[in-house]
């Protein structure tokens, strides 16, 4: 099964083929997972992250390790993007936006793929679910 997640950035930038590497990476990477792929994490010219967030697809036979994770929010499973967000889905969003200090994106009324696609704007992709 796969989700769609919004990760904190971790990471100081030391590449990892250096001792004590710390690459920039979504949280995600640092959990148990199968997979995952990052869908936009932008870069400055320094290639520093842009943003301190990333949207996540992540494939995993158990999700409860990520989702007990307070750096990562879970959006959807892939198969209900067009499902009303949740109170406690706006909640949580807002809440790790908030400590990684961006300003809260207002949902209300709204589905999991509008949600999604107005991050992507946020991060300044192109792409759209």
Known sequence: MARLYLSAV??????????????YRPRIADLPHTAFQVIELPSLSNGAPKKMWALVFVEAVDFSVIDADPNVVALSDLEVLDTLVTNAIRNRVNNVLGRLGVVTVAVTGETVRDLVNRLLEELGASARV
Not at 10 to 23: I, Y
């Open 10 to 23: 971790v990471g100081d930038g030391t590449p990892a083929r250096l001792p004590g590497g710390n690459p």
